[in-house]
């Protein structure tokens, strides 16, 4: 079994063990124990003496306040420290995370694409997604509160401290997942990787935030943006405002966003994520190839090209085949194409399940000549609207107490998750082993120039940091 897939099932096995009967004997015992709040934790919060320190809520500035551009570097280091310092009981609680995101990326993908024709195309941040649930977590009070942690997957076995959540803990976790992406992504590796999380906190004039929330959203998102603007007159105007300040502050193109939150709103919580690999060893192929949209339609796109052996397997059984493009030594890019362009969707919907990294047992080494289009891929998601098709419009509606936001009574607009998703290749490099270079049996032929899935993720926590489907690279998603 390939390494991705032992990790899981380890997990899943270590998971299944603090579960069983056998570890009964133990007083406080909880599949999820390292997630919760510890026993020494809660005695302390118990404590009578033990009162929430207050603090002084503050007001968001304007939003045409100056702001400094985002350094996506400096922003990749505080990943890369966070990703160093996971070690003994870190891991396990890192790969128990990743599988949570996994589940829960799973689940709303699969959501989303029941609202998707053929031809659509699409990007998922399990991270970003599961990142925005458990900050709404932080901030929220019961029973709410207990609502978002079942939907997160952890399921309090009572009401008592040890089985609750401890947000911090879990954006912790999720901060170095997101540093184990770009860990060896720098010199000698196999790619030039970078991840960039900012969130915008935008308000109605007059809202005051609690400050203890805002910081605590750090390791999710080191630049958080209070923003205050009127809301309520004209959202359509508010939400143009939106965009143009956030493209002014990171410097990325979103496009898509959804727009126009109902006129009472005091909240809008937006996400936004940029992953960008530099691919080593790929290069720009001289004019645009044919991609065939359908088999009748093609279109001209910049395509990636690179000679080498890769990780691949071709499933004659299911009509798709699988290949696993190395990113680091820790983070593979595995691109999924039906052998028929018809069975997108039939394919999609076996893939893309919770055993979908067991499949990676089946990889063995190829050599292999290898093309695939150069990405930008855009996506932008109201979880709100996701909610709803799961049944659950009222989790983060106008019911919602999140008292843990504001003394106010927030009502939240829109909660977004904006993603753009870039596969380029190394400027000045050449194919790292040219085909003359390569032994053994003849270089096979694959073309990715129809239709076809991806997903990105790390060895280490198992975690699907990226779902995507490409229709069309032309098409915004």
Known sequence: MGRAGVSLGATLLCLLAWASPCAADRVYVHPF???????????????????????????????????????????????????????????????TVGMLLNFMGFRMYKTLSETWTAASGAVLSPTA???????????ALDPTAHRLQTFLGVSGEDQSCTSRL???????????????????GGEGSQARLLLSTVVGLFTAPG????????????????????????????????????????????????????????????????????????MKGFSLLAGSQEFWVDNTTSVLVPMLSATGTFQHWSDA?????????????????????????????????????????????????????????????????NLQDLLAQAKLPTLLGAEANLGKISDSNVRVGQVLNSVLFE?????????????????????????????????????????????GRVANPLNEV
């Open 317 to 381: 059984h299911n009509n798709l085949s699988v290949t696993r493009v190395p990113l680091s030594p820790n983070v593979g890019l595995l691109l999924i194409q039906p052998h028929c362009a018809s069975a997108l969707q039939a394919v999609e919907a076996l893939t893309f399940q919770h055993d979908f990294l067991t499949w990676t047992k089946n990889l063995a080494p190829r050599a292999m000549h290898l093309t695939l289009p150069q990405l930008v891929l855009r996506g932008s998601y």
């Open 33 to 95: 124990h390292l997630l919760v709040y510890s026993k020494s934790s809660c005695e302390q919060l118990e404590k009578p003496s033990a009162e929430p320190p207050s603090e002084l809520p503050f007001e968001p500035v304007p939003i045409q306040a100056k702001t400094s551009p985002v350094d996506e570097e400096a922003l990749r280091e505080t990943l890369v420290l966070a990703a160093r310092k996971l070690e003994g009981e870190d891991k396990l609680r890192a790969a």
């Open 207 to 278: 809202l005051r935030l609690k400050r203890s929330f805002v910081q605590g959203l750090a390791p999710f998102a080191p630049i958080t943006l209070p923003r205050s603007l009127d809301l309520s007159t004209d959202p359509e105007l508010a939400a143009e405002r939106i965009d143009r300040f956030m493209q002014a502050v990171t410097g990325w193109k979103m496009g898509g966003a959804p727009t126009g939150a109902s006129p009472d709103s005091t909240l809008i919580f937006s996400a936004y994520v940029h992953f960008q690999a530099q």
């Open 129 to 139: 997604l599961f990142g925005t649930l458990t900050s709404f977590y932080l901030g």
């Open 166 to 184: 401890d947000g911090h803990k879990v954006l912790d976790t999720l901060q170095a997942i997101q540093g184990l992406l770009v860990l060896q």
């Open 423 to 467: 596969l380029k290749a190394d400027d000045g490099e050449q194919p790292a082993e040219p085909a003359e270079q390569l032994a053994g049996p003849e270089a096979l032929e694959v073309t990715l120039n129809r239709p076809f899935l991806f997903a990105v993720s790390d060895q280490d926590s198992t975690a699907l940091h990226f779902l």
